[in-house]
């Protein structure tokens, strides 16, 4: 029998504001560290959908010193293979769009996603302040959350609706909204 849902999300503090995206996930497993490589892709294998989250770039998820690797990067394009085909996966980094669509995957997903101020500064909103950010990040992971059981597609127009349209007086809501797809 296959497990309904597998998140992986590194253990670092600066992305526990994701957690509320699977908090109340029902059937989920959850790993933050120490799996190698083949654990990792038993566990992929395993799961209808999975959720991965924290940082990284457009070659994958980043391990953050939490898993056991050589190339600082838990999923890699060396696990696009066993993503391809689910089709309600969430891959929630900064720059996942590029490894989602080079690989053909689907899912909910994100662009460059601004959740600290050296990010708000590198992408030009020098004048971001950690209320607009700490706004944005909580905003983002509870309509996530409370949506994470729709199709990819209907995750997406729901957060659209709920964090995008809060925007208004926030400039990292209008960047992230800008960066946020489903295939």
């Known amino acids: 029998m296959k497990l309904s849902n597998l998140t992986i999300h590194p253990n670092d503090r600066s992305t526990d504001f994701l957690r509320p995206i699977y908090a109340e996930l029902a059937d989920n497993k959850l790993i933050t560290s120490n799996k190698n490589n083949s654990e990792i892709e038993m566990e992929i294998k395993s799961a209808h959908r999975v959720i991965l989250l924290g940082h990284g770039m457009a070659t994958g998820l980043l ?11 838990v999923i890699s394009s060396k696990h696009a293979n066993l993503l391809r085909g689910k089709s309600n996966n969430v891959y929630i980094w900064c720059h996942a769009n590029y490894y989602v669509e080079k690989h053909e995957l689907e899912g909910f997903y ?3 996603f601004i959740s600290e101020i050296p990010e708000a500064v590198y992408c030009g909103l020098p004048n971001a302040t950690e209320e607009m950010i700490e706004e944005s990040n909580s905003l ?5 959350g409370k949506n994470l059981n729709l199709s990819a597609k209907d995750l997406l127009s729901e ?7 809060a925007q208004k007086d926030n400039p990292i809501i209008e960047y992230n909204s800008k960066r946020l797809r489903a295939r």
């Open 63 to 73: 391990s953050v010193g939490q898993f056991p690797t050589n190339l600082g990067l």
């Open 110 to 112: 994100t662009g460059m």
């Open 140 to 144: 983002f992971s509870e309509i996530v």
């Open 159 to 165: 957060v659209m609706r709920d964090y995008g349209g």
